[in-house]
């Protein structure tokens, strides 16, 4: 599933949203005792109203403050869900990169994954600058 297919939070509650990380609570991977969590995410874009000057003469309306709200919130998904995908005939395929993983330690996505339908299968490869081999495996749900 595409992230601009998820629907945009309306206009009476997407400020709070914004301002409570809902994307980053509801989408992102926790860590635990076991599974590191991914730390490679991109850096946070500054959306352009952070850097204009708070004017109490000069306010946005509620439709500019809603716009600048659905930015922020669609930066905010483009972030967590850091993936580069492709598609082929038979599969979507989405690569991420990880700049360190220390051997014997696992890592979580950067995401939650959403499908349509949930698949039969995930096919996986993981290639390292440090190794030649090409690590693949199949996960069954």
Do not use: W
Not at 73 to 89: D, G, N, S, V
Not at 108 to 125: A, C, G, N, W
């Amino acid at each position: 599933m595409d992230i601009y297919e998820l629907p945009t939070p309306e206009i009476n509650i997407i400020e709070q949203l914004t301002e409570l990380d809902f994307v980053e609570q509801i989408f992102k991977i926790k860590e635990s005792a076991k599974i590191d969590s991914y730390d490679c995410y991109p850096m946070k874009q500054l959306v352009y109203s952070d850097m204009l000057p708070t004017n109490l003469l000069n306010k946005p309306s509620v439709s500019e403050k809603y716009e600048d709200n659905k930015l922020r919130y669609r930066h905010a998904l483009e972030q967590i869900f850091c993936y580069k995908k492709f598609a082929t005939k038979d599969n979507d395929i989405l690569s991420f990169h990880i700049t360190y993983l220390k051997h014997n330690t696992s890592m979580t996505f950067p995401s939650v994954l959403l499908f349509k339908q949930i698949p039969e299968y995930m096919e996986y490869e993981i290639t390292s600058k440090h190794i030649s081999e090409i690590i693949k495996g199949k996960i069954t749900f």
